[in-house]
C-alpha cells in the first residue's frame, strides 16, 4: 500500500480527487521546512507544490519513490538527488494556458491605459471637480499596432501570442527553438527587446535564465515599454529594475518575485507607482486552471503506480 503525503494542501484551492488504488492518504495545511522529513517519514509518495525537498531531505527518507509536484515548476525538487535515488518526479504542464495568458493580458491592459492611475484620481475626488466630462491626466495607449515581444515561446508563449494577434498586435519572439510559426518572427533577446513596446516573459528558471534581464537589458528597451513577468521573478534582476521603474523610463507588470513570500527588503515590494503592477503569484490560480491541477496531479501519481509514469522530469 502506498502511503502519500501532501506537504501544502492548503495551496491547491481544488477537490482533489482519491487515487484509484489502495493507499493512504495524508493532508498537511502547510509544512516548515523542519517539519519536512518528520511528516515524510515512511511516505512513499510526496506532494508538494513549494515546499523544499533538497538532497539533504531527500537522503533522510528511504521510503520515498516519487514525488508529484502540484505546479510546472520543479526548481524546489533536487531533480538530480531524485535521479540518483531513482525516484520518479512528475510536475503539471499546460493546465493554466487559459489563466496565466489572461492575467498576463490583464496587466498589460492596466497598464497600457493607466487604470491604477486614473482609479487613484476617482478615489482621491479629482473626477467630481474636473472642469470637462472625463480626465485626461494620464497618456492611453493602444494595443493595436504595436509589438509585443514574446520571451520564450512554449505552450503559455503561444497562447499569449494567439490573444495579441486578437487585439491586432504585431508577434515576435526569442526561443532556443526554430519557432515554426508563420506569424511570428523569431529575433534575438537584444532585437526583440529594443523594437518591441510590450515584452512578455514566459520561460523557467534555470541557472542559465537567472537575471537574463538585467541593467544592460532594461536599458535596451524603448521609453514607455511595458514588461511584463508572469513566469519566474528570478529571471529579472529586481534591483536594476526598481531602479529603472523609479527613474520613469519604463512601466512593468508582475505576478512573480525572486523569493515568495516576499521579505520587507525586497525592492520591488514597496514601489507605489502608477506605471507598477505588482500581484501576489496569482495569473495560475483561476478556479479552472487549479481543478484541471488537481486531476493532472492524481493522473500523475496512478500512472506512475500503474508503471507507466508521465509528465517526468
Not at 515554426?180 to 523557467?204: G, I, M, R
Not at 542559465?208 to 524603448?222: C, F, S, W
Amino acid at each position: 500500500m502506498q502511503r502519500i503525503v501532501f506537504l501544502d494542501r492548503d495551496s491547491l484551492r481544488a477537490n482533489v480527487r482519491i487515487p484509484a488504488f489502495d493507499h493512504a492518504w495524508q493532508d498537511h495545511a502547510a509544512t516548515a521546512a523542519n517539519d519536512i522529513v518528520a511528516r515524510l517519514a515512511g511516505a512513499t509518495v510526496a506532494i508538494t507544490n513549494k515546499v523544499p525537498l533538497r538532497g539533504e531531505t531527500i537522503a533522510r527518507l528511504p521510503d520515498l519513490k516519487m514525488v508529484a509536484i502540484a505546479a510546472t515548476g520543479t526548481d524546489n525538487v533536487d531533480l538530480a538527488a531524485c535521479r540518483e535515488r531513482g525516484i520518479v518526479v512528475s510536475n503539471i504542464r499546460d493546465y493554466s494556458l487559459v489563466s496565466v495568458p489572461e492575467h498576463c493580458f490583464t496587466l498589460i491592459l492596466a497598464l497600457r491605459r493607466n487604470l491604477r492611475a486614473y482609479a487613484a484620481d476617482v478615489e482621491a475626488g479629482k473626477w467630481e471637480t474636473s472642469s470637462r466630462f472625463c480626465l485626461l491626466d494620464h497618456p492611453i495607449g493602444d494595443l493595436a499596432g504595436t509589438r509585443l515581444g514574446i520571451v520564450g515561446y512554449g505552450a503559455l508563449g503561444r497562447q499569449v501570442a494567439g490573444i495579441a494577434r486578437a487585439f491586432g498586435m504585431e508577434v515576435v519572439a526569442t526561443s532556443r527553438s526554430p519557432i515554426a510559426d508563420a506569424n511570428v518572427t523569431q529575433l534575438p533577446l537584444d532585437e526583440l527587446l529594443a523594437t518591441s513596446q510590450v515584452v512578455s516573459l514566459h520561460l523557467p528558471l534555470t541557472d542559465h535564465t537567472r537575471h537574463m534581464i538585467g541593467a544592460r537589458e532594461l536599458g535596451l528597451m524603448q521609453p514607455g515599454a511595458l514588461l511584463i513577468n508572469t513566469a519566474r521573478g528570478g529571471l529579472v534582476d529586481e534591483a536594476a529594475l526598481a531602479n529603472v521603474l523609479m527613474e520613469g523610463r519604463i512601466a512593468a507588470g508582475f505576478d512573480v518575485l525572486s523569493e515568495e513570500p516576499p521579505g520587507s527588503n525586497n525592492s520591488l515590494l514597496r514601489l507605489r507607482l502608477p506605471h507598477f503592477l505588482l500581484t501576489p503569484h496569482i495569473a495560475w490560480a483561476s478556479f479552472g486552471a487549479m481543478q484541471t491541477l488537481a486531476d493532472m496531479l492524481v493522473d500523475n501519481i496512478e500512472a506512475w503506480q500503474a508503471g507507466t509514469p508521465t509528465n517526468v522530469v
